[in-house]
């Protein structure tokens, strides 16, 4: 776990993809995107099975190891209304019972907008962006906060690629800070990832082998 300072508050890195907000108790989840491959199933497309279990089983390891008291999902919970089908839904509702006691809130992002508001029997919240946390504003498409507070956004899935020698590299999930604003890397199993393009003054934090760990800032040319 790393742990940064945005404007005035303090963030923890989690390597789950995740981050965590002491202050608050507040554990922040980008892009879930749950039920992403059962839809693409519905296309016809051959995906493999599990991925909705295998994002369920992290979040419960986050919490376990943060004691959050509420879960803020920065938008793209659902992947489409196809989510919302009972095969779909049963692991999340299954999940949900085990934690009846844990607040949920969705910051609604574009996915959602198609795939509806979750099933009331999640007791998710859903409100709009941005949403006032402390020194934060919790979005999900990044965009400039109100003078004094830094946002922290999804939407992107954000990555960063590492070069070895020749044409090895590697493609990692990562945490992306800019000036006033950071970007949190896709919770979900099953989301892709685009490369990050960074300045000298940003800070990224890669994750890899159940770590978190900053990469080394470019060099001013």
Known sequence: MVQIELAGTLLQLLP????????ARALLVADAHLGKAHS?????????????DDTLDRLSAALA????EQVIFLGDLLHSRHAQAEAAAAPVTRWRQQHAQLSLVLVRGNHDRHAGDPPPTWGVQAVDEPMALDTLELQHHPAPPAPGR??????LHPAVRLCGRGRDHLRLPCFHFA????????FGDFTGGHV???TPADRVF?????????????RES
């Open 150 to 155: 830094y946002a922290i956004a999804g939407h």
């Open 206 to 218: 890669a994750i890899a082998a159940g770590q978190v760990v900053e990469v080394p800032r470019p």
């Open 196 to 198: 990050v393009r960074r």
């Open 40 to 52: 693409f199933r519905r296309l016809g497309v051959p995906v493999p099975e599990g991925p909705t």
């Open 65 to 68: 190891v943060t004691g959050a």
């Open 179 to 186: 000036d006033g604003l950071g970007v949190l890397p896709a």
């Open 16 to 23: 789950q993809r995740c981050a965590f907000l002491p202050a």
